[in-house]
């Protein structure tokens, strides 16, 4: 049973433009989602977070939303660099049941030059 | 600063043979300390956790272990390697339950049984 749940496996995108990158969860006790970037062969790094009582959260270039009514949130990155090219993690946790984060199965982003 | 470390950073081993990973952090007190496993073209699976020495909680049933000897040490364990094992294991560490839930993940270690 996947509580979170990342249906692209992939995306393509031109530097500059936009990515967006999507993911859904079923848990509705989930109140914390993060969004992760993995290189090969490196730990994931932490890119941003929401908390469930809020539905944007903005910090440089990337832009997590929230849709708590749809149980989906999206990691915008604009303008999209090359630097960029990774795989995209989205987490959740549910505080009641202890810091345990569940991820998706990831997305794995390729920004051409 | 808080750093974490993870060592090996590659490990090849003979199916049957132990296997002890080691994961230390640095610049925190009491941390809560994690254990995952990415396998090949997968996603993050959870499979320790630890809110304090001695204290490990399994995730999923399986071939491995964990021990917490020390308050910054996280260490998991087998005593006899499956194939099923290989892939890329990664050590977190998050602050006091509360305050933030957010997890900061090691380099890894590349696994392969053979």
């Known amino acids: 049973d996947q509580q979170v749940k990342q249906n692209s496996p992939s995306l393509s995108v031109q530097e500059g433009r936009i990515s967006i990158l999507n993911c859904d969860y079923t848990?509705?006790?989930?109140?914390?989602f993060l969004w992760y970037k993995k290189y090969p062969a490196e730990g994931p790094t932490f890119l941003i977070s929401?908390?469930?009582?809020?539905d944007k959260n903005e910090d440089g270039r990337f832009t997590v939303f929230l849709n708590k009514s749809a149980k989906h949130l999206s990691l915008h990155i604009v303008p999209s660099q090359p630097g960029d090219s990774a795989v995209y993690f989205c987490?959740?946790?549910?505080?009641?049941?202890?810091?345990?984060?569940?991820f998706g199965g990831g997305t794995r982003v390729l920004v051409k030059p | 600063s808080q750093t974490i470390h993870q060592w090996p950073a590659t490990l090849v081993q003979p199916v049957g043979s132990p296997l002890s990973l080691e994961c230390t952090v640095e610049?925190?007190?009491?941390?809560?300390l994690y254990w995952y496993r990415q396998a090949a073209g997968r996603g993050l699976q959870l499979l320790f956790y630890s809110v304090g020495i001695g204290q490990i909680s399994s995730e999923v049933p399986q071939n491995l272990s964990a021990s917490r000897p020390q308050d910054r040490q996280f260490i998991l364990s087998s005593k006899k390697l499956l194939l099923s094992d290989s892939g890329f294991y990664l050590c977190?560490?998050?602050?006091?339950?509360?305050?933030?839930?957010?997890?900061?993940f090691g380099p890894g270690t590349r696994l392969t049984v053979l």
């Open positions: 977190a560490w998050s602050g006091l339950a509360g305050l933030t839930d957010t997890q900061y």
């Open positions: 987490a959740a946790s549910d505080k009641a049941a202890g810091n345990k984060l569940t």
């Open positions: 848990n509705s006790m989930f109140d914390y």
């Open positions: 610049g925190t007190s009491n941390p809560n």
């Open positions: 929401i908390s469930s009582i809020k």
